[in-house]
């Protein structure tokens, strides 16, 4: 009973901040006149991070990154364990553009205040997706802000690391700039599954790894990095967990 009346100011707590965060992103908005919203992007990332902090059941601990400039882009990768994932990254100090499924972005509030962050939309069902989500990454890209992908595609149901698809590495080869990836385990216990009451004392990792050059690399070198930055993500998931990389990768 405990633990539901403790979710339950939780969940009160969440609403409230996502409410007064809306008119205040608006008015960040309305005044930033950076074409890539560099300042209404960050607030934006800063809500995840309140949200993360809202949560007492949440420890989130973090490692690497300190030598970071979010001025300097890269794209960044990170597996993909629960909605948690999002709120967990937002407690990094940068500001990067988020690429999301098209639906997201119809969401009443969130989506609203992705559009004004300047987010990237994919609709999956179009057979050219990657043409117009590649053309808004390197606007980006070229402006010296990153941007964020799971190349899984959707959150890992079992906590292995499903294959990553193709479409960060070949922006990033041809771009010429470098990968960041980032490792994350325990975000799938930090929202429930089928109920609204939180579990108690959910420890999160997340460990910012080297970055990776693709200063050189040609497309027909996009498989490679792939599996580089899917392997270099999943040893550390495995050191975490204490298994073989094999338990890890799906």
């Not at 809500?47 to 007492?56: Q, R, T």
């Not at 089928?194 to 497309?219: A, C, H, N, Q, R």
């Amino acid at each position: 009973m405990m633990q539901r009346i403790k979710s339950l100011l939780i969940w009160a707590g969440i609403v409230l901040l996502i409410l007064f965060w809306l008119p205040l992103l608006a008015i960040i908005r309305l005044f930033d006149r950076d074409p890539v919203r560099y300042r209404t992007g960050k607030w934006f990332r800063k809500l995840g991070y309140f949200i993360s902090k809202v949560n007492p059941n949440w420890n989130v601990a973090i490692e690497g990154g300190d030598d970071i400039d979010d001025r300097h882009p890269y794209v960044m990768v990170s597996n993909h364990l629960s909605n948690a994932d999002i709120p967990v990254i937002s407690n990094l100090p940068w500001e990067m553009k988020w690429v999301a499924k098209k639906e997201l972005f119809s969401l009443p509030v969130a989506g609203w205040m992705m559009k004004m962050a300047g987010d990237i939309s994919v609709d999956r069902s179009s057979s050219n997706k990657r043409i117009g989500v590649f053309k808004r990454c390197k606007y980006y890209l070229d402006r010296n802000i990153s941007v964020i992908f799971f190349p899984e595609g959707t959150r890992s149901r079992t906590g292995t690391i499903n294959r990553f698809a193709p479409g960060a590495f070949d922006l990033a080869i041809r771009e010429q700039v470098p990968i960041l990836p980032i490792a994350l385990d325990g975000t799938q216990g930090c929202l429930p599954k089928k109920s609204w009451v939180f579990k108690p004392d959910v420890y999160v990792k997340m460990k910012i790894l080297d970055p990776i050059s693709t200063e050189g690399l040609t497309k027909e070198d996009a498989n490679e990095l792939r599996d580089r930055v899917r392997y270099a993500i999943a040893d550390q998931v495995a050191e975490w967990r204490g298994v073989s990389r094999d338990h890890i990768l799906k």
